[in-house]
């Protein structure tokens, strides 16, 4: 690097006695470096700078130093200076690899389930995440916030930002419920009914035990104790009382629904997105009942892909029919709204689960009797009554 930044000289050392210039120099501080013999011809290297002082040196040696090539920026800076369009050229190349830094390039989605591709690609589209777009317009923590929102399937989402590439992180395993960070005196009471499984407490005292059967409102873990026997102590109770609790989830499929279909009209439409910036190809928008479907090209070149992508998409025209649907279909139906109830719901595993189903004269109704373990305790302060200042120090008789 070096090198390539200082402006370096390669020459021939015609005549005279070699090993005496090089004394010579070496004895000057003057910096020769990859002496090379060749056919009978020395060559080597120096600084533009020293060579002028390496010229005095060879006359003193009756040798005489002829140049064979420059190198360095400095060099190619001056011989190409009188060249407008080398200098033009490499301003524009400067500046499109600084434009082209402010945008992002990539987006990578890590861990994101299959079956929601498509609708959260699309989520990410609309709210900007996306190739092409200003990398000052990703602002992690508001996007966070706000993919978190819009897709409660999802208890963790992560997006960051390194360099010209976004990454969007999914994260869908049981959250673990934080402590709320408090001082003041509370209990531990139980927020649902249930049958107690274990009790742990690293403050305060346990008033059940494995086996007890709680109704909301029973204290679990009490923030009072004697202390020694000496006085009663009220602290900030804490500690992880779990439950077998009973749910009931029910559902209802009619067998006559409006649904929406295919008409097997299919719009094509094309465009190019670069910079941020949607170029239309061909084919616009389409009015009306669409579903959409759509594949994305980057531009890449060795490997490297560009932030300009070719957008490829299909949009199928639907319409709304009537149609009748069987017992089984329905059950299926209510089954699998069921199934995403149960898993959005606030447990740690289910433990049991039965169902029945009941057929009337319009639909199909699944009920699911689910037992669930899970973390029941709640905090409810301790109401501490204040004495006032005569109170607590009263004054002595005259």
């Not at 077998?244 to 190019?272: A, C, M, W, Y």
Request: hydrophobic share 40%; glycine share 6%; proline share 5%.
């Amino acid at each position: 690097m070096p090198g390539f930044i200082k402006e370096t000289v390669c020459f021939e050392i015609v005549g005279g006695s070699v090993e005496r210039f090089l004394n010579i120099a070496n004895r000057r501080w003057l910096n020769v470096f990859n002496v090379n013999y060749s056919d009978g011809r020395v060559f080597a290297f120096t600084s533009a700078k020293e060579f002028p002082s390496l010229c005095a040196v060879a006359a003193k040696a009756n040798a005489e130093l002829v140049i064979i090539s420059h190198f360095g920026l400095p060099y190619y800076i001056r011989h190409y200076s009188k060249r407008w369009g080398f200098s033009a050229g490499f301003l524009l190349f400067c500046a499109a690899l600084w434009v082209m830094s402010l945008f992002v390039w990539s987006v990578d989605l890590e861990n994101l389930p299959e079956q929601y591709a498509v609708s959260v690609t699309d989520l990410l589209y609309e709210e900007g995440i996306r190739t092409g777009v200003l990398c000052s317009s990703i602002h992690g923590d508001m996007l966070q916030t706000l993919l978190e929102e819009k897709l409660p399937q999802f208890d963790m989402i992560q997006v960051s930002r390194m360099g010209s590439k976004a990454k969007v992180k999914f994260n869908a395993s049981v959250p673990v419920r934080k402590p709320i960070e408090n001082h003041e005196p509370c209990d531990l009471i139980a927020g649902e009914s249930g049958q107690i499984v274990s009790a742990t407490a690293s403050q305060g005292t346990i008033f059940v035990k494995q086996g007890d059967i709680v109704v909301p409102g029973d204290v679990l873990v009490s923030g009072v104790f004697d202390s020694l026997g000496e006085s009663i102590v009220m602290v900030h109770a804490k500690g992880n009382v779990t439950a077998l609790v009973d749910k009931t989830f029910s559902e209802t499929v009619n067998f006559s629904q409006i649904v929406t279909e295919p008409t097997g009209h299919i719009i094509n439409i094309n465009r190019l997105m670069a910079f941020g910036i949607e170029i239309p190809l061909f084919g616009s928008l389409p009015k009306g009942n669409y579903s959409r479907t759509y594949e994305e090209i980057p531009l890449s070149v060795l490997g490297f892909d560009f932030p300009i992508v070719l957008r490829r998409e299909q949009w199928h025209e639907l319409c709304y029919t009537e149609k009748q649907f069987t017992p089984e279909e329905c059950t299926e139906q209510a089954e699998a709204i069921l199934d995403r109830k149960i898993k959005k719901a606030d447990h740690i595993e289910v433990v049991s689960s039965e169902r029945t189903v009941n057929e009337t004269n319009s639909g199909i109704r699944v009920t699911r009797y689910v037992t669930f373990l899970k973390e029941i305790s709640e905090e409810r302060p301790l109401q501490v009554e204040r004495k006032t200042k005569d109170e607590q120090s009263p004054q002595e008789p005259e």
